[in-house]
Nanobody
Framework: QVQLVESGGGLVQAGGSLRLSCAASGRTFSSYAMGWLRQAPGKEREFVAG????????YYGDSVKGRFTISRDNAKNTVYLQMNSLKPEDTAVYYC?????????????????WGQGTQVTVSS
């Protein structure tokens, strides 16, 4: 069992930045591939970014490439999402999640454990 707690969301103006954090419980965090996904009102949950167990491989959704950066610190059991050049369309609840072994980063159904989410609101 893994527990995930996101933090760092808030209200920011367009063009601004936020850094989200996701703290994980458990001694095997360093063995998990992780992802950030988001869900806007009335929309399906969308893949944002993923990172493998070591941090050596990262993946991004098309809408955030070049603006968002995912990273992790296994010593702190934490994964981060640095979000720059934010746009109003980035407004959503952001979730971190543990990817299923062998699953795809891009599908929300391939994640086993989820945090409670943190709200990000970007004003125009």
């Amino acid at each position: 069992q893994v527990q995930l707690v996101e933090s760092g969301g808030g209200l920011v103006q367009a063009g601004g930045s936020l850094r989200l954090s996701c703290a994980a419980s458990g001694r095997t965090f360093s063995s998990y591939a992780m992802g950030w996904l988001r869900q806007a009102p009335g929309k399906e949950r969308e893949f944002v970014a993923g990172i493998n167990w070591s941090g050596g491989a990262t993946y991004y959704g098309d809408s955030v490439k070049g603006r968002f950066t995912i990273s992790r610190d296994n010593a702190k059991n934490t994964v981060y999402l640095q979000m720059n050049s934010l746009k109003p369309e980035d407004t959503a609840v952001y979730y971190c999640a543990v990817k299923s072994p062998g699953g795809s980063y891009y599908y929300s159904s391939d994640y086993d454990y989820w945090g409670q989410g943190t709200q990000v609101t970007v004003s125009s």
